[in-house]
T-cell receptor
Framework: RKEVEQDPGPFNVPEGATVAFNCTYS??????FFWYRQDCRKEPKLLMS???SGNEDGRFTAQLNRASQYISLLIRDSKLSDSATYLC?????????FGSGTRLLVRP | DTAVSQTPKYLVTQMGNDKSIKCEQN?????MYWYKQDSKKFLKIMFS???????INETVPNRFSPKSPDKAHLNLHINSLELGDSAVYFC????????????FGSGTRLTVV
């Protein structure tokens, strides 16, 4: 089993839609979780950290469920500029472990 | 100011050659990394360095030799390049605990012909 699993998508949604992604992870000892976005031919960029209590940053809401070992990202009022691949790595002893990423396409 | 900068951005070379990629960070981080992203877009850790010391070597062939002259620099030297080495190589850095996330460089696209 992969350490971090994501639905590769693509998720194809209209502008203004709400879309949610999930990630499951296998290492219960992981302490830190993140959402990154990666645009085509660019580096991954930190979108937000994920805290146990859940956290929100504008249109983005992240949640962590340690008991079920998954994290989620909710994007409200999708914009065309949200089109990207979303990655949910976990930090584990001097390395970030990535899944395959979930591709989001927001159409006009 | 670029936080994590790596050079060159593109590298096209023939099989069997030796090449180097350089990385520098000005964030004051003490841990640096090399990641490889292959054609399937999967990002995989290669090496982690903390305070110039090698912490992680993820079963990378010994043709790959990282070197960290100081906390702000981590270079990657690759000997006897093979076709399968073609990928995008990302340098990254973080604080030791990593809990504030990692910052990535813009990547080096290596093509071996």
């Amino acid at each position: 089993r992969k350490e971090v699993e994501q639905d590769p998508g693509p998720f194809n949604v209209p502008e203004g839609a709400t879309v949610a992604f999930n990630c499951t992870y296998s290492n219960s000892a992981s302490q830190s979780f993140f959402w990154y976005r990666q645009d085509c031919r660019k580096e991954p960029k930190l979108l937000m950290s994920v805290y146990s209590s859940g956290n929100e940053d504008g249109r983005f809401t992240a949640q962590l469920n340690r008991a079920s070992q998954y994290i989620s990202l909710l994007i409200r009022d999708s914009k065309l500029s949200d089109s990207a691949t979303y990655l949910c790595p976990m930090d584990s002893s001097y390395k970030l472990i990535f899944g395959s990423g979930t591709r989001l396409l927001v159409r006009p | 100011d670029t936080a994590v900068s790596q050079t060159p951005k593109y590298l096209v070379t023939q099989m069997g050659n030796d090449k180097s990629i350089k990385c520098e960070q000005n964030l004051g981080h003490d841990t640096m990394y090399w990641y490889k992203q292959d054609s399937k877009k999967f990002l995989k850790i290669m090496f982690s360095y903390n305070n110039k010391e090698l912490i992680i070597n993820e079963t990378v062939p010994n043709r790959f030799s990282p070197k960290s002259p100081d906390k702000a620099h981590l270079n990657l030297h690759i000997n006897s390049l093979e076709l399968g080495d073609s990928a995008v190589y990302f340098c990254a850095s973080s604080h030791q605990t990593g809990e504030r996330g990692y910052t990535f460089g813009s990547g080096t696209r290596l093509t071996v012909v």
